[in-house]
Nanobody
Framework: QVQLVESGGGLVQAGDSLRLSCAAS??????MGWFRQAPGKDREFVAG????????YNVDSVKGRFTISRDYAKNTLYLQMNSLKPEDTAVYYC??????????????????WGQGTQVTVSS
C-alpha cells in the first residue's frame, strides 16, 4: 500500500523558514512534487524532482527561496522554505508518480497524494 505522509507545517512569521517532509512507502517513484492550495484558489505546483537523477524544477514565485530535495535511502522528500511570505500560506501536498517523464506541474500526472500539511505565514 502506497503512503505519502507529510509533516513540518506550522504557523510562522514572514521571513521565517520551515522544512516540510514527505515520507513515502509502498513503492519507488519516478517523480515527486510539492503542490499547494490556498483558500478559494486552485491547487498549484510548487516544485518537483526526478527521484532517480535528482533533477529539480521550481516555479518562479519560489525560486531562490524554496528548495526541493530527497533522501534516496530514506525514501523521503523535503521542501526547504526560506524567506516565507504571507502569500505562501496554503495547504501543502506531496505527490508522486511512477513516471520519470511526467511534466512536473501536471496535476493529473501524479498518481498518489499525501493528506496535506498547513503552512500559515503571518505578516
Amino acid at each position: 500500500q502506497v503512503q505519502l505522509v507529510e509533516s513540518g507545517g506550522g504557523l510562522v512569521q514572514a521571513g521565517d523558514s520551515l522544512r516540510l517532509s514527505c515520507a513515502a512507502s509502498g513503492r519507488t517513484f519516478g517523480t515527486m512534487g510539492w503542490f499547494r492550495q490556498a483558500p478559494g484558489k486552485d491547487r498549484e505546483f510548487v516544485a518537483g524532482i526526478r527521484w532517480s537523477g535528482g533533477q529539480t524544477y521550481n516555479v518562479d514565485s519560489v525560486k531562490g527561496r524554496f528548495t526541493i530535495s530527497r533522501d534516496y535511502a530514506k525514501n523521503t522528500l523535503y521542501l526547504q522554505m526560506n524567506s516565507l511570505k504571507p502569500e505562501d500560506t496554503a495547504v501543502y501536498y506531496c505527490a508522486a508518480t511512477v513516471s520519470p517523464w511526467v511534466a512536473y506541474g501536471r496535476i493529473s500526472g501524479y498518481d498518489y497524494w499525501g493528506q496535506g500539511t498547513q503552512v500559515t505565514v503571518s505578516s
